[in-house]
């Protein structure tokens, strides 16, 4: 069964929670702080593997989720660090963030790894907070959480060259005899139901990945027949073969099914539409063929046009040795583009904490990614821990940003999952 489409919940694992401990030797009777770190939680990470095809295992699969890091001992000792969760997936995979709609990774390279979700850092033992002022600190933190999200995966076929045209052309005809592909082949509409990929080597050694792509019909672009599904298939490939009937025995009109196919392209992205496309003018064996092909020609005289019969076996090899020349010359492009905006990477060098204040009625929400992980990772049940956070939110100027919202004594303020009174 291919599946190319998948939804799946991650969470990374939570870090350990650090320890409160003190030295308790013999001979050492005021022995200091002495609590260990906890361990960082294991990350989900993907990897892609040669072997897999579709996204069938995720059909089962639903939550991934990696293992905490464990919690810190005594003597300063650190908790084990967790396992990665590592994922296989197959060459293609687009992982996207279903909240964001932020791409996370697009996975083509075999062996190439990306990490989904991140774990949280184990929270620091009791040693990391002692000062001149307070050198026995009874606080530790907790382990930071891991990332937690739901993602979608979508697979687009790596191909070089893509087979596009309406159903029942001959694209699996013409798969099956420049390769060692063996779809299914059969005379009506939708043969082909899922994509199919052919090593197609040619007499002076090039070679390169052929896909038959489901046949289009008018509307794909809105997802009518196989619609989206074949549509995501294309955009991966550098060179399409546009494979139009001249020998139907429907009176289908070559013109206006290859003006039909390049709309839907359009109309699905532009830069579909914008892909060098060869002609194969197919079932030139057929009666009235030549006439259909001449009618087309005159129609697109600047169009590169190879007549063929994929049954036959006629016509072919020019037909693949112009679909290599042509990859060459793409390749030769992509190579020689510059980064684009989105493909380069600025790294901030701003640390301060970032924050807004918005009132929800009588309460005060503090919205604020760093200040949500501090308050998952403090223990507000150990003295020092609060004192710190009071202490962090004053040198960030949080106490007066609040205070300028009109913020008083007793007044409710929410910080994550924490709600506390406002204190003067």
Known sequence: MFIDVAKVEVKAGDGGNGMVAYRREKYVPMGGPAGGDGGRGGNVVFIVDAGLRTLLDFRYQKHLRAPHGENGRIKNQHGANANDLVVKVPPGTLVKDVATDQLLADLTEIGQTAVIAKGGRGGRGNAHFSTSRNTAPDMAEKGEPGEEKTITLELRLIAD??????????????????????????????????PNLGMVQLADERQFVLADLPGLIEGAHEGLGLGHEFLRHIERTRVLIHVIDMGTLEERDPVADFQAINQELSLYDENLAKKPQIIAANKMDMPDAADRLAYFQKAYPELEVFPIAAMAHQGIDALMRRAADLLEIEETKIAEEPLSEEEMVYTSR???????????????????????????????????AVKRFQSIMRRAGIDDALRAHGAKNGDQIQIGDMVFDFVE
Do not use: C
């Open 161 to 194: 060259v893509g087979l596009i045209g309406f159903p029942s052309v001959g694209k699996s005809t013409l798969l099956s005899v420049v390769s060692a592909a063996r779809p299914k082949i059969a005379d009506y509409p939708f043969t082909t139901l899922s």
């Open 350 to 384: 701003e640390h301060a904490i970032r924050f807004t204040i918005v009132r929800d009625n009588e309460l005060y929400v503090v919205q604020s990614e760093e200040l949500d992980k501090l308050v998952a990772m403090l223990n507000f049940d150990q003295y020092d």
